[in-house]
């Protein structure tokens, strides 16, 4: 299908990757993204600095508790991805507050919406390059749902969720 031939580009290293959730047209600027439209997963070179980097880490860790819009976890996963690229230093200088910031992230994990599923393994992944050592106290249950999504069948998210694991053993 398209989806999954979209899916595999990503996985590739192609550019930032569209999904149309909800029946959308797939627009969006920059990592916003409307929810009739789709979402985007950013790509690696689409993961740019941020002009007021404490600001939308504040944002991003209130956000990513909102149950009630899972667009507002998108989004502070993709702000997070930008933290961990160009503002690193920031997440460990926070690591009580990153700590809560990663329990709420493995329940996006484990969440039965793939997109956002997908956007918290990569923001995991990313968190491990970045600030490896602040994640530390986490491992034991990190590790468990990393290897529980690597082996599920027929599921997309195997790779990202390897790719997290990859990243865990090489930093």
Not at 87 to 109: C, G, R, T, W, Y
Not at 129 to 148: F, M
């Amino acid at each position: 299908s398209d989806v999954y031939k979209r899916q595999m580009q990503h996985i590739d290293g192609s550019e930032e990757q569209k999904g149309n959730v909800g029946g959308g047209n797939g627009h969006s600027k920059e990592g916003r993204y409307d929810i009739n439209k789709g979402v985007n997963y950013l790509s690696a070179e689409k993961i740019v600095s941020l002009d007021n980097p404490e600001a939308e880490w504040q944002r991003a860790t209130k956000e990513i508790k909102c149950n009630a819009d899972w667009t507002k976890q998108f989004e502070a996963c993709n702000t997070v991805r930008k933290l961990c690229k160009h503002h690193s230093e920031i997440l460990k200088s926070s690591v009580f507050i990153l700590s809560e910031f990663i329990a709420d992230l493995m329940k996006l994990i484990e969440c039965l919406r793939s997109s956002l599923s997908k956007n918290a393994l990569l923001t995991l992944s990313d968190l491990f390059i970045a600030v490896k050592e602040a994640l530390e106290p986490n491992l034991e249950r990190i590790i468990g749902i990393l290897l529980k999504k690597s082996t599920e069948t027929g599921s997309f998210l195997g790779p990202h969720a390897l790719e997290a694991l990859k990243n865990m053993c090489e930093n």
